[in-house]
């Protein structure tokens, strides 16, 4: 019988030799890979999942890998045990990063603007009640006499009780003389209890926002008693495994058992940021009585375990776009059982939910005067030009080089992304980096800055190609082909030099010129020009800043008055939050996916043609940006 | 080691010899005792339990075996081997009588007379639609036009679907033209899709109406398109093992993991008798989309797990009266999971549903002008008095005795049972077997006419006592005491002596006094007598056909013209069978629950006096019953 066996680490391609029985964990830390792992091997935390793509190892069933997922071949490293060859797929360093902060700034710089109604007034309330004792004169059942107090010191009818509820309802009432906790939840006309808490309660009443993203997730808890936003959690979606757009994603799921593994995977990316979340607000998960998802289409389908597939066959449609509420043990969340899940509602298969609910976070449904533009730019591009009256909106595919997909040295905006770059006239480089330390990589804001800084000090022509000479030191040249250095390895969070390539800056380039070609077809649509825009609202996980004439001298933006615009970050997720706040915003964003007009930039004639046009820096079509233009005279660089 | 071991099987007390890895129930069809098994030993029908008293047996894991009923230490006995000594308790064998008949004439005889509506507008609804395809120019979701078409063409507003449905939607619609059956079920204003099926729709549209009683549950079929009866099956409770009356099982709730159990044993029972009656009307459990029990307050709260102690604890007060609406799949039911579940409300913790919804089955609510009184003679019984405007109510503590507990002799309206009696001056005794064949024992209506009998042709005399002389060879003695052979053990079906014992008459007299003692209460109560009374409504097991003479002869009922008398079944049932046929009937069930007066007979300070004067045949104060008294000259017996 051999005693050891060889394991190759994919995408590392190591391999290394075990003693037969090594827990696989242990043995992934031998091999100086890395995996998260916060249970301390416990199989609880569910993080150090991996996939056995060849030999049979011995797996103890864990509550944290569901049945079904084990089947599709993935195993709990810390569960695991060596006792053959092995062939073990770690996941991408990407899908471990998180990032939680606690609180938010967002509203503190833009209650005062927002379209949503900022009140805190949500579906779901805390009450206490005092409910009398019975007698044998007034023989009221336990509900009975628990709903007549809810009604008279509190004034809602309770109409309804979960069974789960009624099941401690006896013992509730006759402890502590009748003083308790109630949680009521607005269904239909009337309320419905949903829990029963001693007084004073043990637990708070949360809610989660979730911006379900294609590359990134954002969970967010809020105190839904006083609308405190307690902490802040991102992450990778760990569905990335599975292909990084959703056209990708919508082509695994049509293999058996693949929709079953993407809506686990959004499952349980959700959970553990939501856990992640709840530790840093000194929350427990079953506090979280309402869950306010907003997503795009496709998420939003995988969440539910919909099959996505005619989303993406003519002519386009979803299964639904108003999403009617589920409950989150349905889905597997790990919050409250009786928790209630509203999913931002789809004005169709290409605008979803993450554009209704990020609208609530603009002032563009408040005013009828302005004529506004939103951008978000996410995976998919997705725009919206209107006002309250009216609203029309199209997608286009960006791509996810801003959100630190399909480049080389691009990140979401997580701690370690550089969010800010300056090259002075002389090439010296300098940058901020999310939460200080050694840059892991950049994100979208920082890659604008560095895209704009190189091409202002032509580094780069129009066309994107690097000027060799004028790199000088800083070009790099290797088997992936040439690239301008940003940092070198000694310096990097990796030990890896981190490097813009050429394909990086041609992706880039494609995504700022799928946003700018659909704005400005858009805009013709409407028969509206640009100069006619009062304002334009950027959205999108770029980071906390977007320097905004760095994006116009890419040609992202269109060249307005800088006053125009003004750039509001991840609007999905703030959306999301509105909608947990108040009932009104729930109302609110079911209106507004009724209210816009879709329009499918692929059936245009003239979309091509825009699109080739914005294929230069910043388009081939200079007079659009004259803020650029005095500075492109021949044989002169941008920064003379 | 042993090659074969003992086993002693109770309550019968015999032992055998078997060998080892014998399989358990093969070992009990050898030793000849009675054990039901339908599934053929493939550990599915769930049959064949038995409860492992002492020694370990082998267990395999079964479906039909839920883990938390296997640590009470049942277990299945086509599952089990035998590996040493066991002492095994096998059911009784009423726990596995079960009578299975295709409709019902409750109906046909009493369509016209009843207090609930006889339409069928269920709130559930089976439709047809075709669907649109989707085009670019019309990009409705899958769901929008799916709710657009059943408006159109039904008139339904179609506002909620459920997650389950959602996902098989776009498969759906995609289908066969579009030609889809949509389930729909009432919830508030509007309609929820709790289901689609491809066009021809391959399922049927029924209901299951469960009249849940401490002993005897029914479970019937109805389609719901029609409302046609199509089967109807009786069984014994199978929470009879944890006690006989209300009372015994709130008590053996107490103890840790009890409450559990008499809940998997309520839906145990449910889901056993459904199934035969699935199988007998030819329909699957899916198709069973709306479930409408009707049961008492301990049985309520026992089948949705509700702590049921403080029902009899002071002041008496049940969780609530009014049951939230439950899923059918919350509570284990193998129906369809989306199946709603309405339990028929309570009007007190003695006063439950089974009193409300039956009396949807009789006039009483239909008429201002007349007052009526209302008789339930279950294992407890429930008394009603009034009209359209008012109802007064109270319960007793009858006993079992006519529904086939607590007495040796005794058994439920079931094949086998003895459902009439007649005895002839001679002392001849004739008698009527449901479904024909060997008699297994006497239903409540044989033993009413049986006690009648031997009062009147002078075997017993005014206190419940055999003359012995009279009964000749009627009589027998054995270890159990005195009484009157019914049948010889070779003319009996289990091969036993059937005995009705002084024991049997004596819990037959406190049963009738029971009854009779409260309702006079109850009258004087109100202050009302006896011949204010225009009609008197009869319903309980008794069986098919009360004979109203028989059951006035020993005091059970008043003694008053006879064609006041209306004996009306199991009016339970009915009244559950009654609210799946109609949203009006829901509604007026649960109207009814809210307007009934309850009065405590235990405050009622005359109560022992007359309790006491009952215990007589047919009472202490034979003026009450002038028909009888004329018979009863001394020395002269009353068939003279």
Redo the contacts between chains.
């Keep these: 019988m051999r005693k050891a066996f060889k394991v190759e680490f994919l995408p590392f391609r190591s391999t290394h030799s075990f003693a037969r029985g090594t827990n696989l964990l242990d043995a992934i830390r031998k091999a100086g890979l890395p995996l998260k792992s916060t249970c301390g091997g416990k199989g609880t935390c569910g993080e150090c999942l991996v996939r056995i793509e060849g030999g049979e190892a011995r797996i103890r069933t864990s509550a944290a890998l569901p049945e079904e997922v084990r089947r599709l071949g993935y195993a709990l490293a810390c569960q695991t045990e060596i006792e053959e060859d092995l062939t073990v797929e770690l996941p991408r360093f990407e899908e471990q990063s998180i990032r939680t902060v606690a609180g938010s700034r967002f509203f503190e710089e833009h209650r005062d603007r927002i379209s949503g109604v900022f009140e805190v007034n949500p579906v779901v309330r805390k009450i206490q009640v005092s409910v009398p004792a ?3 004169s007034d ?6 006499r628990l709903q007549r107090q809810i009604h008279k010191e509190k004034g809602l009818r309770c109409l ?4 789960r509820v ?2 401690k ?3 509730a009432v ?1 402890e502590k003389e009748g003083e308790v906790t109630a949680i009521l939840v607005k269904t ?2 009337g309320w419905t209890l949903v829990d029963l808490q001693p007084n004073p309660p043990s637990k708070n009443l949360c809610g989660l926002a979730c911006d379900i993203g294609t590359t990134t997730v954002v969970c967010e808890i809020a105190d839904l008693e006083d609308g405190r936003v307690l902490s802040t959690t991102t992450g990778f979606n760990q569905q990335l495994r599975c292909g990084e757009d959703v056209i990708s994603r919508i082509d695994y799921a049509r293999r058996p058992g693949r929709l079953q593994e993407l809506q686990t995977l959004a499952v349980q990316t959700i959970n553990a940021l939501a856990e992640k979340s709840c530790r840093e607000a000194g929350i427990s998960s079953d506090d979280i009585y309402y869950v306010s998802v907003a997503g795009n289409t496709t998420m939003t389908h995988l969440l ?4 996505p ?2 989303i993406r066959e ?9 999403v ?4 989150a043990s ?2 597997g969340l790990n919050v409250n059982p009786e928790a209630r899940v509203h999913c931002a509602p ?1 004005v ?1 298969s290409y605008v979803g939910g993450d554009i209704t609910a990020g609208l609530l976070s603009t002032p563009i449904l408040r005013d009828a005067e302005k004529t506004s533009l939103f951008i978000d730019a996410g995976t998919n591009g997705e725009l919206v030009i209107g006002n309250r009256d009216w609203l029309a909106t199209c997608a286009c595919s960006a791509g996810p080089a801003f959100e630190g997909g399909g480049t080389k040295c691009g990140l979401p905006a997580i701690e370690g992304a550089i969010e800010a770059v300056t090259i002075s006239k002389s090439g010296d480089l300098a940058y901020r980096v999310i939460g200080g330390g050694k840059p892991k990589g950049l994100c979208g804001s920082g890659l604008v800055d560095l895209l704009a800084g190189l091409f202002v000090h032509g580094y780069l022509d129009r066309s994107g190609k690097l000027d060799q000479e004028r790199a000088g030191k800083r070009l790099v040249r290797n088997g992936e082909g040439t690239g301008f250095l940003v940092e070198k390895a000694p310096r990097s969070y990796w030990g890896r030099d981190l490097i813009l390539t050429e394909k990086d800056i041609t992706n880039l380039i494609r995504t700022k010129g799928a946003i700018f070609s659909a704005c400005a077809l858009l805009l013709k649509n409407i028969g509206l020009t640009f100069d006619q825009l009062d304002a334009v609202y950027i959205a999108g996980g770029f980071g906390q800043h977007l320097d905004v004439d760095n994006a116009i001298r890419i040609g992202l933006l269109p060249d307005l008055d800088r006053e125009k615009f003004h750039y509001l970050g991840n609007t999905s997720l703030s959306g999301a939050y509105l909608v947990l706040l108040s009932e009104k915003n729930r109302e609110l964003v079911n209106a507004i996916a009724g209210k816009m007009t ?1 329009i ?1 930039l692929n ?1 245009e004639p003239g979309y091509m043609n825009e699109y080739t046009g914005s294929l230069f820096l910043p388009h081939t079509d200079i007079g659009l940006f004259p803020s650029v233009k005095k500075f492109l005279r021949p044989g002169k660089r941008l920064d003379d």
Tied chains: 1, 2.
């Design positions: 019975a007698t044998l023989n009221s059942s336990d509900l009975r309804q009780a979960e069974h009624l099941k309802l006896a013992a006759r239909g006309p539910l375990g919909l099959d597939r005619f003519e002519p386009y449609i979803p299964t639904m776009n108003l009617p509420m589920v409950k349905d889905l789809a169709g879709y499918e059936a």
